[in-house]
Nanobody, 124 residues
Framework: QVQLVESGGGSVQAGGSLRLSCAAS????????MGWFRQAPGKEREGVAN????????YYADSVKGRFTVSQDNANDTVYLQMNSLKPEAPAMYYCAARAGGVCTLVADTWNYWGQGTQVTVSS
């Protein structure tokens, strides 16, 4: 089992920045991918970004390319999501996820472990 705890959410004005953190514990060696997803009320959970823990490759949703950066600190089993130039949109819960193997995708159903989420609100 892998436990994930997110932090860093909050409220920010459009154009601002936030940095989310995800600390992993438990059987962390089983992780292959770490990812970030978000879900607004009434909408499906969508993939934002992920990183392959083994080789450092990253992948982003088109909607966040050039604005968001995912990074990892393997020494502390922590993954970050730096969000810049935030756009005004409906509040969303941002979730950290871990996947034990396969391909690092943006499809939520393919991920094994989830954190409780951290709320992000961007106002205009």
């Amino acid at each position: 089992q892998v436990q994930l705890v997110e932090s860093g959410g909050g409220s920010v004005q459009a154009g601002g920045s936030l940095r989310l953190s995800c600390a992993a514990s438990g059987y962390t060696d089983s992780r292959y991918c770490m990812g970030w997803f978000r879900q607004a009320p009434g909408k499906e959970r969508e993939g934002v970004a992920n990183v392959n823990i083994r080789n450092g490759n990253t992948y982003y949703a088109d909607s966040v390319k050039g604005r968001f950066t995912v990074s990892q600190d393997n020494a502390n089993d922590t993954v970050y999501l730096q969000m810049n130039s935030l756009k005004p949109e409906a509040p969303a819960m941002y979730y950290c996820a871990a996947r034990a193997g396969g391909v690092c995708t943006l499809v939520a159903d393919t991920w094994n472990y989830w954190g409780q989420g951290t709320q992000v609100t961007v106002s205009s």
